[in-house]
């Protein structure tokens, strides 16, 4: 979500039984990506966090643009040192465009209700058309975290949930140029005399 806090911030009592207060922002939603229903963009509404740093409280700045990926409980948006609290501008611009797309996907996969499930061996089948299944030798393929941080589970035009094939191709078009290259040295340095 993009919101971008206005001039005001308010210190409140918090309502539940702790009595801790809490900084509450009132904030102007640009995008939201995940989380609220469609058609909160554009709304203000409050974003809540603890009153100290201490506390996992975060400050925003005024009339900035943020990324923030909060947590929504009860109707209640609240941010704290946990979660991420981004400045906008200091995004590359790549990133901001990634961000937006493939934030789209995921919402839809959501909608969809896309599930990763886990499995060790090879040859395991997702059991739904709603799951993506990952498997011990996509690790072994690529190595540790590639899946991790290339893919997603998305939904297709028919509602399946699948494994975002191109940008597998393209990453691992990528991770073989690089280990060819790696082994290209490797092999030239050994050949020396």
């Given at each position: 979500m993009v919101p971008t806090p206005p001039t005001r911030e308010v210190i409140i009592r918090d309502e539940s039984k702790t009595g801790l207060e809490h900084r509450r922002y009132r904030i102007k939603i640009h995008k939201i990506f995940k989380g609220f229903k469609a058609g909160t963009d554009k709304e203000k509404l409050y974003l809540y966090s603890a009153m100290d740093e201490a506390l996992c409280g975060v400050?925003?700045?005024n009339r900035k643009t943020y990324l923030i990926i909060g947590t929504v409980s009860n109707g209640r948006l609240t941010v704290s040192l946990c979660d991420r609290v981004i400045p906008w501008k200091t995004l590359p611009r790549i990133e901001r465009r990634n961000i937006k797309k493939n934030m789209k996907l995921a919402t839809s996969s959501c909608e969809v209700g896309c599930?990763?499930?886990s499995c060790p061996w090879e040859d395991c089948l997702p059991k739904s058309r709603k799951e993506c299944?990952?498997?011990?030798?996509?690790e072994r393929a690529y190595g540790v975290g590639f899946y991790r941080e290339n893919v997603m589970c998305v939904a297709d035009r028919r509602g399946d949930c699948n494994w975002n094939v191109g940008a597998i191709k393209k990453q691992s078009k990528k991770h073989r140029r690089r280990r060819h290259n790696h082994q290209d040295g490797r092999n030239a340095h050994h050949s020396l005399p």
């Open positions: 400050k925003l700045a599930k990763v499930t299944t990952w498997t011990g030798e996509m």
